[in-house]
């Protein structure tokens, strides 16, 4: 059962929007990185929609390997993912909508040919959390000490989940 984990985080245009950035960091089971992606749109080309999103995510982006569009965005993360899929579990962090929706529309692109490549499982830290008898929609910043950090930056969030998993499952 001791796979790598692939744990992912995206930000995007409010919840269902384009997406904006995906960061992909992948470990071994006791969640020693291995390997690190962060990806985000050149956001000259889009325009953001979601006041909330402009104000909570696009100021804190920070740096990143810059995509011109959303189909450049997919297909970066889609090759890494498929690097990974056969020795790895993917985790995210409340993966409905954003993640559970990335995937899907990663598959959707060539859907013949990857109807069988999404995660299974798509494991969501949240329901980890409850499992361990912890409140599932706990800020996430009250369980780990990440001086100077800021969630909804998706290389963040998906260092902010790592650590949970160190803290709550490798006990």
């Not at 390997?65 to 579990?89: G, I, P, R, S, T």
């Not at 260092?159 to 006990?171: D, F, Q, T, Y």
Request: charged residues 30%; proline residues 3%; hydrophobic residues 40%.
């Amino acid at each position: 059962m001791k796979k790598k984990l692939f744990f992912v985080d995206a930000e995007t245009d409010g919840l269902y929007g384009t997406f904006l950035s995906i960061a992909v960091i992948v470990t071994d089971y006791e969640g020693n990185e291995l390997e690190r992606h962060y990806w985000g749109m050149n956001l000259e080309n889009i325009e953001v929609q979601s006041g909330w999103t402009r104000q909570n995510v696009i100021p804190i982006m920070g740096t990143y390997e810059v995509c011109q569009d959303e189909d450049e965005l997919l297909d970066k993360f889609w090759h890494v993912w498929k690097n990974h899929q056969e020795e790895a579990y993917a985790i995210a962090d409340v993966c409905y909508p954003v993640e559970s929706t990335l995937f899907q529309k990663c598959v959707l692109k060539d859907k013949e040919k990857r109807a069988m490549d999404g995660p299974f499982p798509l494991l969501d830290l949240s329901s980890i959390l409850l499992a361990k008898g912890m409140d599932p929609l706990i800020e996430r910043m009250k369980l780990v000490e990440m001086k100077g950090k800021q969630m909804h930056n998706a290389l963040t969030d998906v260092e902010i989940s790592i650590s949970i998993w160190r803290k709550i499952w490798l006990k």
